[in-house]
């Protein structure tokens, strides 16, 4: 799989909840930061959703697995990968992994959409951010 290391953190104690572990709010949020992180580098950076292109991808569903817990103290990083290109979606593997013993705790799917931000509607990929997508297709086994 050709991923790429999209966030990294240290679990502090106010991401954890009451149980002790971290809270699943902030799965989902090293996974929002992560498709930022990753579509940047694919050439749709924050100034161009802003005052350029305005197109953003748009998470419109998610298959999620939580395999492990993680603690306070954890260092942790997201891996992201594209799995399927097509001409107005990708769909993106995120895993959460716990740095310790190189454990993933958290696995999900997003299928995700080119949002044109002004008509809030599907738009088409542009072509150079497909390009640029292909670096970190998984590849078939």
């Known amino acids: 799989m050709s991923a790429m290391v999209s966030f990294r953190s240290v679990v502090d104690p106010s991401d954890c909840d009451f149980l002790g572990h971290m809270n699943v709010s902030r799965y989902f949020a090293a996974c929002s930061d992560g498709i930022f992180a990753i ?10 959703m802003r005052s350029g292109r305005q197109l953003s991808f748009a ?6 697995d939580f395999r492990a817990e993680l603690s306070a103290g954890d260092a942790i990083k997201l891996e ?23 454990v993933v705790a958290f696995e ?12 809030r509607r599907a738009a088409i990929i542009p072509e150079e951010i497909r390009d640029n997508a292909m670096k970190w297709l998984e590849k078939e086994q």
């Open 59 to 64: 998470v419109v569903n998610a298959q999620s």
């Open 108 to 119: 999900t799917v997003f299928k995700c959409v080119m949002l044109s931000l002004e008509t």
């Open 39 to 48: 579509q940047s580098e694919m050439g749709l950076t924050a100034n161009d």
């Open 80 to 102: 992201t990968s594209v799995i399927e290109i097509g001409s107005k979606s990708m769909t993106f593997r995120h895993q959460l992994i716990r740095s310790e013993g190189d």
